[in-house]
């Protein structure tokens, strides 16, 4: 029996999933667009020994126009700078401009030198690739002449830079569902959805049987470990989470989302770096931007889509932020009510509460 062997290989989306392992791991990519091509790493796990092998290669780290800002580093592209290894940087040298951990106590001295000639696509598409990754966004980048040939003859993952940079939301295909019953309704329902390109599965809590037809009462809820699981009073997403669905059981139906978007969409090893640096007197926002991060890096399409998978087009939204009923009105859902949820406040996150409603538009 003979096969066609074309269909064993990956497709583009395929390799991009693979990358992604393959940074977290420290293995090097290499990222292809038209007219350039690149080895990345992602900062975080670069080894000495493989940044020495760098060396000589002319590297360079692309960073965001946010960490660039910190670092005062001019952030020619745009949205990304591109920072001239030094002759003598080392390991540290790059953990340190990539990781704000330290900024305080031993400030990283310029000058630095960066890139402005050329394209910065391929190092664009590395830092999304970092971000998907759930690492720094931060990545290491040698120029290459022939990457599919360096990629062949290194045994590394080859990506396209534009599949990478793509913005198309991933189809999300539900994978099972089964009764659940809740101390708040025994009428419990949850649904799994898995994304195509490998990315995290999101959960729907259905409670009761909701009208299709009529809007239903809704809350997007984003990972929360610290605050969902074990209680935190950093934030206030357990209570929330909780009222949500107390409110639900009473009403005797809705639709809670699970995303896992943890930590606004930036994982939690970044979520934990960023109460780091909270320690040190910088508010939420501040710390995202000091890592590199925009303010919210979440994907609210992903809930709109699951909603019209499970068959709602109208939603009663529970949330204090204007911008989710926003973004889920562009995504073609109605908002017919956003319904307030105010619970959870105490004296450790009313800071947190106050900078959300001063900086991201919260509603106190
Ligand atoms: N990056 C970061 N994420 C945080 C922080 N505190 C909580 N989170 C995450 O923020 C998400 C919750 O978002 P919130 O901004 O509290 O609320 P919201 O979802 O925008 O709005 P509501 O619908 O009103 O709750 C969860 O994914 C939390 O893990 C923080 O200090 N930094
Ligand atoms: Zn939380």
Known sequence: MTFATESFKPDLTERLARSRSDLR????????????????????VLSAERLASLVGMNPVLAITNHRAATLKVAAYD???????????????????????????????????????????TVHRAGIALTKASRLLPACVVVALKDGPAFAAQHDLTRVDAQTALTTALSPLDPVISAKLPLDVSEAGRLHIFRPEDGGEEHYAVEIGTPDRAAPVLTRLHSACFTGDL??????DCGPQLRGAMAQMGAEGAGVLLYLNQEGRGIGLANKMRAYSLQDQGFDTVEANHRLGFAD?????????????????????????????????????????????????????????LATKAAKSGHLL
């Open 230 to 235: 074990l209680g935190s009073l950093k934030c």
């Open 296 to 352: 919210d890096e979440r994907d609210f399409r992903i809930g709109a889509e699951i909603l019209r998978k499970l068959g709602f087009s109208q939603v009663r939204l529970l949330t204090n932020n204007p911008a989710k009923v926003a973004k889920l009105e562009s995504s073609g859902l109605t908002v017919t009510e956003r319904v307030p949820l105010k619970v959870g406040e105490n004296h450790h996150n009313a800071a947190y």
């Open 78 to 120: 745009g949205d990304l700078a591109r920072v001239i290894l030094p002759k003598d940087a080392g390991i540290a040298w790059v953990q340190a401009m990539a990781d704000p951990a330290d900024d305080l106590r031993s400030p990283m001295k310029g000058p630095f030198r960066t890139a402005r000639d050329g394209s910065a």
């Open 25 to 44: 791991m420290g293995v090097p990519i290499v990222v292809c667009d038209a007219d350039a091509a690149g080895l990345v790493c992602a900062a975080e």
